[in-house]
């Protein structure tokens, strides 16, 4: 088992669901850049992913999640999301976009 900080996310440009997310301590530098589906395999091996709010008590642990609307696309079926709690400036649709 590993811990993963996520630090800053890839994104469609028509929408900002999520497609990647970039891991290490500095968002503008990432060490390294994975997909969604990779994480999510990840998360089923027993590795942990989290994000950082403004302070550092404010952690979020990153959870995989599936839409349960009838009307979804395939594309969009499975998913990440940050497990629930008060503080939303840790969540992954907060984070800041990868450098390219």
């Known amino acids: 088992m590993a811990y ?3 630090v800053c996310v ?3 440009r028509s929408h900002r669901h ?3 997310v970039g891991l290490g301590n500095d968002p503008a530098h990432p060490q390294q ?3 969604v589906q990779k994480v999510r395999n990840r998360i089923d091996e027993g590795d942990i992913f989290y994000t950082l709010g403004p302070t550092p008590e404010d952690v979020a642990f990153v959870v995989k999640g599936r839409c349960a609307t009838a009307g979804c696309r395939k594309r969009t079926l499975a998913f990440l999301q940050t497990g629930g709690h008060d503080v939303t400036g840790d ?3 907060r984070l800041q976009v990868c450098p390219h």
């Open 91 to 93: 969540n992954l649709d």
């Open 18 to 20: 999520v497609k990647a």
């Open 4 to 6: 993963h900080r996520i």
């Open 10 to 12: 890839v994104t469609s």
């Open 33 to 35: 850049t994975i997909s």
